[in-house]
């Protein structure tokens, strides 16, 4: 798993209420992505980061948002949660901006 | 359209048969590409990871890259139940870019 956490990695969450996941590696790579995949749509990036307070917007970004306030810690926050984002949250790290990238175990997450 | 383009499947093959799994993609700038497997609830694993064109082999898995055809292909020699799985194209321009996946090809070993 090169070193990659996600917490929680299950929950339930009511519609409206703010959810954060987190992320959280141990080699201090720079190079810090979320995901969610969707059947049909594979992943689609949400939220990057090329490190401490250095994050910009994927293509799925609308009703998220993320903080990198140390190295090894990337939280992804939604803001009021929807039943369109159930769904299942990986987190991905590259060692740098032109190799491989390596994920997380996933955070399945399902708002009702 | 998407940019990359991966039949979803789902494909059943029997067991030591070769495997072609395939994607196709719209993006000329594309030079990194990466095959991902994923079992069933865990993340995606990387297979292989190969840089513009030509053919990577490693154990019973070649990867190939037809940038001429925009085109990529995992073989997956002798097959065995323990890659039934879904299998994950990915690929990305130089620098700073994001990659970009497929969205999967459901893989069934048949013992």
């Known amino acids: 798993d090169a070193g990659i956490t996600q917490s929680p990695r299950h929950k339930v969450t009511e519609t409206g209420t703010p959810v954060t996941l987190r992320c959280h590696q141990t080699?201090?790579?720079?190079?810090m992505y979320w995901y969610r995949q969707d059947p049909g749509h594979g992943l689609r990036l949400i939220h990057y980061?090329?490190?401490?307070?250095?994050?910009d917007k994927g293509e799925v970004s609308d009703g998220y948002s993320v903080s990198r306030s140390k190295t090894e810690d990337f939280l992804l926050t939604l803001e009021s949660a929807t039943s369109s984002q159930t769904s299942v949250y990986f987190c991905?790290?590259?060692?740098?901006?032109?190799?491989?990238?390596?994920f997380g175990q996933g955070t399945r997450l399902t708002v009702v | 359209q998407k940019e990359v383009e991966q039949d979803p499947g789902p494909l059943s093959v029997p067991e030591g048969a070769i495997v072609s799994l395939n994607c196709t993609y719209s993006?000329?700038?594309?030079?990194?590409f990466m095959w991902y497997r994923q079992y069933s609830r865990k993340g995606p694993e990387l297979l292989m990871y190969?840089?513009?064109?030509g053919n990577k082999e490693d154990g019973r898995f070649t990867a190939q890259v037809d940038k001429s055809s925009k085109y990529i292909s995992l073989f997956i020699r002798d097959s065995q139940p323990s890659d039934s799985a879904t299998y994950l194209c990915?690929?990305?321009?130089?620098?700073?870019?994001?990659?970009?996946f497929g969205t999967g090809t459901r893989l069934t070993i048949i013992p």
């Open positions: 991905a790290i590259r060692v740098t901006a032109n190799t491989e990238a390596f």
């Open positions: 080699e201090n790579h720079r190079y």
């Open positions: 980061s090329y490190g401490v307070k250095d994050t």
């Open positions: 993006n000329s700038a594309f030079q990194y």
């Open positions: 190969t840089y513009s064109s």
């Open positions: 990915a690929m990305s321009p130089s620098g700073r870019e994001k990659l970009t």
